[in-house]
């Protein structure tokens, strides 16, 4: 009980000297630190590789005073970082904090470019303010013709009339394999060409689209 006591007037000590310190226009040195939340634009979380992302910063009044801190004694510098790696990586690049102006329009955007789900940690390097509550997802984006490879499914020597098929893994312009379901290309998407080694076209017969597969083939 005697323990109890204790703590229960030290308690008291502590509100006492906190209401008076803001009766006298003294305030605890954490209500000079400005109250910052962070969340999606448009609570759009989930991107396509090579979109741009952009989290809103929002000021908030004090907690101790019910005002907004004056921004003018701060220097904001905020740094990103997903699944542990800080600023540009492979998981996101183009990082850049706008934090100039009214507090309103203050934002972070960065384009995510590896496909997956991620965590990210925003800090402010001044002053310690941490928040580790955001996620996003990202999906492969369109397919990218030159980081495409191709391949012949099977053999390359066949027989005159009979059909050579060829297997194509499509990836987007961030080497991202796409997978069915993500846009992709159409029937009208790819051309092929053929020619002797001396240069000479080859007429070719019933050259189509096979569509999706389970190794995605064309």
């Not at 984006?141 to 191709?150: F, K, L, V």
């Not at 499509?170 to 992709?184: H, Q, S, T, Y």
């Not at 290309?185 to 076209?201: A, I, R, W």
């Not at 007429?203 to 083939?217: A, V």
Request: aromatic share 12%.
């Amino acid at each position: 009980m005697r323990y109890y006591c204790l703590i229960q007037c030290a308690l008291l000590w502590i509100l006492t000297i906190t209401v008076s310190q803001a009766a006298n226009g003294h305030l605890p040195a954490k209500a000079l630190l400005p109250n910052l939340t962070f969340s999606w634009l448009d609570d759009k979380s989930a991107f396509l590789a090579g979109d741009v992302a952009t989290i809103k910063v929002k000021l908030l009044q004090s907690l101790f005073s019910g005002k907004m801190v004056d921004l003018s004694q701060h220097s904001m510098a905020f740094s990103v970082s997903v699944n542990g790696k800080k600023g540009n990586s492979s998981f996101i690049s183009g990082i850049c904090s706008n934090t100039e102006g009214d507090p309103t329009g203050w934002n972070i955007t960065f384009i995510p470019i590896m496909a997956g789900d991620f965590g990210l940690v925003i800090e402010e390097i001044h002053l310690g303010i941490v928040d580790s509550s955001l996620h996003f997802s990202v999906t492969p984006g369109h397919i990218y013709p030159s980081g495409c490879t191709a391949s012949w499914l099977g053999y390359n020597a066949v027989l005159a009339g009979t059909k050579a098929s060829i297997l194509v893994l499509p990836i987007d312009a961030f080497g991202n394999n796409l997978e069915k379901g993500v846009p992709g290309p159409s029937d009208q998407y790819f051309n092929l060409s053929v020619s002797y080694e001396n240069g000479l076209s080859v007429h070719l017969g019933d050259f189509k689209y096979q569509g999706w597969k389970p190794h995605t083939f064309f």
